[in-house]
């Protein structure tokens, strides 16, 4: 599976990201604690995610997540249109982050990725 991404991308709602500041760990949203994973997306899915499952929605923040320090908690599965989603089946600690910021978009409307520093 060399040809999948290394880094895939969370959306956290504002109480969501502080409790990962400041627990160093996040454990699910809602629906990753009801499905039994976090889910992700990469970043050609990571637009599609936020229209679909957080219109409307301000204050969000994307997580850049390093895949190679989750190791086998990451797999990737099927989910929308048959694509291949990563989930995390572990918690997800903030030392796997290696970029986060508030949710922007670019004037295509894509959502922009974080940036580290």
């Known amino acids: 599976m060399s040809d999948l991404p290394l ?4 959306v956290l709602t504002a109480p969501e990201m502080k409790a990962l ?6 454990k699910g949203a809602p629906v990753d604690l009801a499905d039994g994973y976090i889910h992700l997306s990469s ?3 990571l637009t599609e995610t936020v229209d ?4 409307g ?38 030392s796997a982050a290696v ?3 508030p949710l922007e978009r670019d004037e295509g409307g ?6 580290a520093g």
């Not at 500041?21 to 996040?26: P, R, S």
């Not at 679909?52 to 219109?55: I, L, W």
């Not at 190679?68 to 918690?91: M, N, T």
């Not at 894509?110 to 940036?115: Q, S």
């Open 99 to 101: 970029a986060y910021g």
């Open 52 to 55: 679909k499952h957080f219109a």
């Open 110 to 115: 894509r959502v922009k990725l974080p940036v």
């Open 21 to 26: 500041e400041a627990d160093c760990l996040f």
């Open 57 to 94: 929605q301000g204050d969000l923040h994307v997580v850049a997540v390093d895949l190679a320090v989750l190791g086998d908690a990451v797999k990737w599965e099927p989910s929308r249109g048959g694509q291949l989603f990563p989930h995390i089946y572990a918690d997800l600690p903030l």
């Open 7 to 10: 880094l895939a991308y969370k």
């Open 43 to 45: 970043e050609t899915q």
